[in-house]
């Protein structure tokens, strides 16, 4: 995790690398990035994502419990997702 920056009221934005995850056959991922140095994630700001090969990735039903973001991802056969989620929290 990185801290961009500390807000005045003590909150953090933060930065987590979504760790490469591939599917065999198309369909929905479950990924969920956790954020260990903070204690709730009140949102997820952005979620950027890369595609191996080049494809289509939108993430769907994002939402977050305590210090974890969780998200799907529909992608197609043989598609590796990486990239990074940036969120607000204390």
Not at 12 to 27: E, F, K, N
Not at 61 to 76: A, S
Request: proline fraction near 4%; charge should be neutral.
């Amino acid at each position: 995790m990185t801290v961009i920056t500390k807000l005045p009221d003590g909150r953090l934005i933060a930065r987590q690398t979504i760790t490469a995850t591939s599917i065999l056959s198309a369909g929905s991922i479950a990924l969920t990035v956790s954020f260990p140095d903070l204690k709730k994630v009140e949102y997820a700001l952005a979620v950027n994502l890369s595609t191996d090969p080049k494809t289509n990735a939108t993430p769907q039903d994002i939402t977050t419990e305590k210090n974890v973001v969780g998200m799907t991802v529909y992608v197609g056969a043989g598609t590796t997702v990486s990239g990074e989620v940036i969120a607000l929290g204390f």
